[in-house]
């Protein structure tokens, strides 16, 4: 079992940044595939990004591409999203989830989430 929490979030205007931070407890987070998902108002819940254990390979959607980066601190159990160039449509809770195999984008193949961060990006 590993539990999630997730900080950073918050109001950020249109073009700025904002670094999302998912701290884990309870197991080592070495051996867990990590990824951020996000909701946004009366959407479903979507694939951003995600990691394999070691950090030697990342994933993203296209959406986010050039402007998100991944990354974790295995030695910190902490998993980050660093945003850059913040649209009005990155508009969403945040969630970091956690799987034991390979790195995949479907909601319902991750095993562990946090609560959530609101991020919310002004025009």
């Known amino acids: 079992q590993v539990q999630l929490v997730e900080s950073g979030g918050g109001l950020v205007q249109a073009g700025g940044s904002l670094r999302l931070s998912c701290a884990a407890s309870?197991?080592?987070?070495?051996?867990?595939?990590m990824a951020w998902f996000r909701q946004p108002p009366g959407k479903e819940r979507e694939f951003v990004a995600g990691?394999?254990?070691?950090?030697?390979?990342?994933s993203y959607d296209d959406s986010v591409k050039g402007r998100f980066t991944i990354s974790r601190d295995n030695a910190k159990n902490t998993l980050y999203l660093q945003m850059n160039s913040l649209k009005p449509e990155d508009t969403a809770v945040y969630y970091c989830?956690?799987?034991?195999?390979?790195?995949?984008?479907?909601?319902?193949?991750?095993?562990?989430w946090g609560q959530g961060t609101q991020v919310t990006v002004s025009s």
């Open positions: 989830a956690a799987r034991r195999r390979l790195l995949v984008v479907t909601t319902s193949d991750y095993n562990y």
């Open positions: 990691i394999t254990p070691s950090g030697g390979s990342t």
């Open positions: 309870g197991r080592t987070l070495n051996i867990y595939t």
